[in-house]
C-alpha cells in the first residue's frame, strides 16, 4: 500500500473537516424555517442540502487541489494566489446567497471563508519564501 504524502492527509483532514461540520450544521435549528415559515419544531434533517454541499465542498477542494499541485507545488505563489481568488469570488458568491439560507449553507459559506483565509496564507508564505530565494541567488 503506497504512503499518504503530508499532502493528501492535509487535503483529507479539510474534506473531513468540511464535511463533518456540514453534517452537524443539519442538527441546528432553521431560523426561517422557526420564525417566518411558523413551521413548529422538530424542523426533518435536510439531508438533500447537506448532501449538495457535501458535493460542492468536494468539487471546490478538488479544484483547488487541482489548481494548486501540490506534488510539484515548490514555492508555487502564483497557483497559491490563483486558488485563493478562485475559493474568494465563490464564497462571495455564497455569502450573498445567505439570506433565509438553512445552516448548512451558511456552515458551507464559513468553511469557503476559511479555505479563502489559508490560501491568502499560502500566498504570502510562498511569495516570501521565493522572494528570499531569489535575493539570495542575487547575492551570491
Not at 499541485?69 to 478562485?86: G, N
Not at 474568494?88 to 459559506?109: E, G, K, Q, V, W
Amino acid at each position: 500500500m503506497a504512503k499518504l504524502s503530508l499532502a493528501h492527509k492535509i487535503f483529507a483532514a479539510l474534506w473531513l473537516a468540511g464535511i463533518a461540520a456540514l453534517v452537524t450544521s443539519g442538527f441546528a435549528v432553521d431560523g426561517y424555517k422557526l420564525y417566518v415559515a411558523r413551521i413548529p419544531l422538530p424542523h426533518p434533517y435536510p439531508l438533500g442540502g447537506v448532501l449538495s454541499t457535501s458535493l460542492m465542498l468536494t468539487f471546490e477542494l478538488g479544484f483547488v487541489r487541482a489548481v494548486l499541485r501540490p506534488a510539484s507545488y515548490a514555492r508555487s505563489w502564483w497557483r497559491a494566489l490563483c486558488a485563493a481568488v478562485v475559493t474568494a469570488i465563490a464564497s462571495l458568491d455564497s455569502f450573498l446567497s445567505l439570506m433565509h439560507a438553512p445552516p448548512c449553507l451558511a456552515t458551507h459559506c464559513l468553511v469557503l471563508m476559511c479555505l479563502t483565509v489559508g490560501l491568502f496564507g499560502l500566498f504570502l508564505a510562498s511569495a516570501v519564501a521565493a522572494l528570499r530565494s531569489r535575493l539570495a541567488q542575487a547575492q551570491n
